[in-house]
């Protein structure tokens, strides 16, 4: 009788998935998703045309590879018990991984739906460090950095951060959703790797400019609205933290993007769409670590000082030989550092019960030396790590392309393919083009004729 009244008791004891909050991260999962292709409209729209489908596949790829290594072994090694360092091997496989919620992590959600929100954090990280290298880097080297990049570097962060038993987040460290794990570790990736593989060939010599502002646009549209799940997911429930998340989320990018445009106008007397993007960016990214822990008039102030801060460092970054092509770290690093340490600042339990009181709120300075511990043993292990694993690269398979494919254009040297089709007739070169009924010429000694193109009737000859 006795054990029956024990098994009846455990089994009400036992975590049980709650509808909404699973529905709510499914959401949420695929909003991260769907910030992978709006970087890739980002970062595409910022390149030059000869190297926009390498710069978005990029981002692809870095998500198709995490996708993998993340069910592979990549969750249990930054989730599953294990020491303050690394986790153990006990979720391998996804095994023991499934619809049962997790009572450390998922106590309303499948514990395998908590994976595979996790799954989308890791694949986004690596895509956004492929900014700072665009048009330069082996699309195979940057494959095989991504594999040992994620393995090495975020997978360890992940689980210092948030995993039960991680040593930073033991200390006490805030980290909503990714200031730490995610910005600062790929601009601070992106900075290193950047000045490793060296300037692309006009750097400093030309204006280098986007190709294509309006995608620009439509890939911050798709971030900004990505984001919800990003910050607000991270609450996994659908509760008040979520909301607060979610209002923080928006007012800390609108915030960000009425500064960026003011500083504009201020020094240039021009308000550009380059910057209101870039500033929204900086916005969200700033506001990432402290998301579910301030108030929506603290994640304005935090808007606005994270897009001053990723503004100057951009005006900064020119007078240096670093080519960090998209500004990954000025953007992503800088004002994710900024977020982080001013989340110390800002934070209050009235809004999150978990959390701590910042600086404002009564807790003194001791939050605040906390997450500048977490950022400066962030920056210092990602100084060592990337590196190596891209001197590794390099070795084994070289990093850059030749300087006449990055002429000619990474995406035909890399992909043999081409983004824009003209129409013109240089799309008849190599091809017998017949005038009227009179001569065959090949394209080339057609193009130099300059016959007025009114007066020819063009057909490639079968």
């Known amino acids: 009788m ?4 024990l098994f009846l008791v455990q089994e009400v004891a036992a975590p049980v998935a709650q509808s909404g909050d699973t529905a709510w991260l499914l959401v949420s999962t695929a909003l991260v ?4 292709p709006g970087l890739a409209c980002f970062y595409g729209g910022l390149a030059r045309g000869r ?3 390498n710069t978005m596949l990029m981002s692809v790829l870095a998500l198709a590879i995490m996708s993998v290594l993340w069910v592979a072994v990549g969750y249990s090694l930054a989730f599953s018990p294990g020491s303050a360092w690394l986790g153990g091997l006990q979720w391998i496989g996804m095994s023991g991984v499934g619809a049962a919620p997790n009572p450390t992590y998922s106590a309303n959600v499948p514990h395998l739906l908590f994976a595979a929100f996790q799954m989308m954090f890791a694949g986004i990280t690596i895509a956004l460090i492929s900014g700072a290298v665009i048009e330069r880097m082996r699309f195979v080297a940057f494959a095989a950095f991504a594999v040992t990049w994620g393995l090495f ?3 360890p962060l992940a689980h210092w951060v948030w995993a039960d038993g991680g040593w930073l987040r033991t200390l006490g460290a805030l980290d909503f959703a990714g200031g730490t794990v995610v910005h600062i570790s790929a601009g601070v990736s992106a900075l290193l790797l950047a000045k490793l593989i060296g300037p692309r060939h006009e ?3 030309t204006a280098i400019l986007p190709h294509n502002v309006p995608l620009t646009l439509l890939g911050t549209g798709l971030l900004w609205f990505g984001w ?8 996994l429930a659908a509760d008040g933290v979520a909301a607060n998340a979610a209002v923080t989320t928006h007012t800390a990018a609108a915030a960000a993007v009425i500064t960026w445009l003011v500083l504009e106008m201020v020094r240039t007397k021009h308000a550009t769409a380059v910057g209101a993007a870039t500033g929204a960016v900086a916005g969200l990214v700033a506001i990432t670590p402290a998301a579910g822990f301030v108030t929506p008039l603290g994640a304005i102030a935090i808007g606005a000082i994270g897009s001053v801060a990723s503004y100057v460092a951009i005006q900064w970054r020119p007078r240096t030989r ?3 092509a998209l500004d990954v770290f000025a953007c992503h690093g800088v004002a994710g550092i900024a977020g982080a340490l001013v989340t110390g600042v800002f934070a209050t339990k009235s809004v999150n019960a978990l959390g701590a009181d910042g600086l404002l709120h009564g ?6 030396g906390i997450q500048a511990a977490a950022v400066a043993a962030t920056i210092v292990f990602v100084c060592i790590a990337t590196p190596a694993i891209y001197f590794g690269v390099q070795a084994v398979l070289g990093a850059r392309v030749s300087l006449a494919d990055e002429l000619a254009g990474i995406d035909a040297a890399e992909h043999s393919e081409e983004a824009y089709h003209t129409g013109g007739f240089d799309e008849l070169a190599g091809q017998e083009v017949s005038l009227g009924q009179r001569v065959v010429l090949p394209a080339s000694e057609f193009f130099e004729a300059r016959t007025p193109v009114a007066t020819r009737s063009i057909s490639t000859a079968g």
């Open 203 to 205: 750097f400093g010599r």
């Open 363 to 368: 807790g003194g300075v001791r939050l605040l």
């Open 228 to 235: 919800f799940g990003f910050n607000a997911g991270s609450a």
């Open 322 to 324: 670093v080519d960090d």
């Open 51 to 53: 190297a926009v489908l």
């Open 33 to 36: 998703l769907l910030m992978v």
């Open 2 to 5: 006795t054990s029956n009244v």
């Open 153 to 155: 570097v975020y997978v």
